[in-house]
Each structure stands twice: as structure tokens, then as C-alpha cells.
T-cell receptor, first 113, second 112 residues
Framework: QKEVEQNSGPLSVPEGAIASLNCTYS??????FFWYRQYSGKSPELIMF????GDKEDGRFTAQLNKASQYVSLLIRDSQPSDSATYLC?????????????FGAGTRLFVKA | EAGVAQSPRYKIIEKRQSVAFWCNPI?????LYWYQQILGQGPKLLIQ????????DSQLPKDRFSAERLKGVDSTLKIQPAKLEDSAVYLC??????????FGPGTRLTVL
């Protein structure tokens, strides 16, 4: 079982629709959760982070965390073609000497104009 | 505020050759990370520094990879000798707090 799992996609949604991206993680001791966006040929950039159960909203983006079920999701409202990218879920868990970040393989999102 | 700097941006070498990558983190960021990202996969942590000490290098292939962070600022990652499977993008990231990471542009390595 991978430590952080994501559906590789591609996920295709029409412009203006809601895109829903999901991520599950295996370590119950995981403490913080991140969504990064990565355009083709570029490096990851942070979109959102979430630490507590529930929803966190930032503009068109909403992150949802359910620690009991060990999943994190990202909703993108009013999807735009510019949102087409790979979305990486990342999880921080404690380790010897500090924390460790584990990335999922990413979900490719296509937003059709 | 300047971002994370990396060089070179691209490198092509023959297998069994050596290569080194350089990273300069954002000023004031104590934590520095090196990741390997193979096409179609997520970044894999190779090594994590806190100032100039190693926090985690459990996934660093130590028979061929080495990294150092002198004076707790710049860092270099070396591969010697390179193998075909080392072809990847090598990403450097830094953070002030133990969470939000900022990535550099990466170095794309091709091993022929």
C-alpha cells in the first residue's frame, strides 16, 4: 500500500464545473496535508494546506480533511482551462529527528473550454 | 524575496559519469530538501537538512549519491557514477517552518 494514494486520472471537466480531487494516506499519525499544483515542465507550487478536520476555503479552492477516514480532497469551483495541471497531494508525518513529507503521484486535471 | 535558485537547469551525461547540482534556498529558510521526480511520478524525498545537519536521508542511494549543506545555506547534490535510471528532475525546496515548502525550478538530468 502506498503511503499517499491518488487517482492518476486524467480527470476531465468542462469549464465552469467543479473539479474534485481525492487523496488517501496510510499513516494515522500524519499531521499536516498539502495540495500542490504542477504545470507540465514546471516545479510544484503550493495551493493550500490544512491541519484540522473539516473544510478550508481559499478563493475557488476548498480543501477537505477527514482524519478518521484518512482522506484529503481538493475542490476547484468554476474550473478554468488555466487550472489544467497535475495536482499533488502531500502529507507530513513525524519521523526521527523531525517530520517527513510524502507526495502522491498526482492527478492530472484537464479543464475543457 | 528571491526564490529558490538551482543550477544547472539541464544536464546531459553518459552513464558512469559524475554530476553535481547546486541549490541556494530562500534567505532565512533553515530546512532544505532535495527531491527526485521521475516522469509521471510525484517527488521523492532524497535528503532533508535542518541548517547543516541531516534530518532524513533514508531514501538516498548512498552508494552513488551524496549531498552536503555547508554553513547551513547552499547545498550540493552529487551523483557518482550515474546510471540510466537516474534520469529525472532534481528539485530543491526550502522552508522556514516545518510545513510550507517552496520549490526551485529543478534540474532536468538525462543519462545516456
Amino acid at each position: 500500500q502506498k503511503e499517499v494514494e491518488q487517482n492518476s486520472g486524467p480527470l476531465s471537466v468542462p469549464e465552469g464545473a467543479i473539479a474534485s480531487l481525492n487523496c488517501t494516506y496510510s499513516d494515522r499519525g500524519s499531521q499536516s496535508f498539502f495540495w500542490y499544483r504542477q504545470y507540465s515542465g514546471k516545479s510544484p507550487e503550493l495551493i493550500m494546506f490544512i491541519y484540522s478536520n473539516g473544510d478550508k476555503e481559499d478563493g475557488r479552492f476548498t480543501a477537505q480533511l477527514n482524519k478518521a477516514s484518512q482522506y484529503v480532497s481538493l475542490l476547484i469551483r468554476d474550473s478554468q482551462p488555466s487550472d489544467s495541471a497535475t495536482y499533488l497531494c502531500a502529507v507530513n508525518k513525524g519521523g526521527t529527528g523531525g517530520f517527513k513529507t510524502i507526495f502522491g503521484a498526482g492527478t492530472r486535471l484537464f479543464v475543457k473550454a | 524575496e528571491a526564490g529558490v535558485a538551482q543550477s544547472p537547469r539541464y544536464k546531459i551525461i553518459e552513464k558512469r559519469q559524475s554530476v553535481a547540482f547546486w541549490c541556494n534556498p530562500i534567505s532565512g529558510h533553515a530546512t532544505l530538501y532535495w527531491y527526485q521526480q521521475i516522469l509521471g511520478q510525484g517527488p521523492k524525498l532524497l535528503i532533508q537538512f535542518q541548517n547543516n545537519g541531516v534530518v532524513d536521508d533514508s531514501q538516498l542511494p548512498k552508494d552513488r549519491f551524496s549531498a552536503e549543506r555547508l554553513k547551513g545555506v547552499d547545498s550540493t547534490l552529487k551523483i557518482q557514477p550515474a546510471k540510466l535510471e537516474d534520469s529525472a528532475v532534481y528539485l530543491c525546496a526550502s522552508s522556514r517552518e516545518p510545513d510550507t515548502q517552496y520549490f526551485g525550478p529543478g534540474t532536468r538530468l538525462t543519462v545516456l
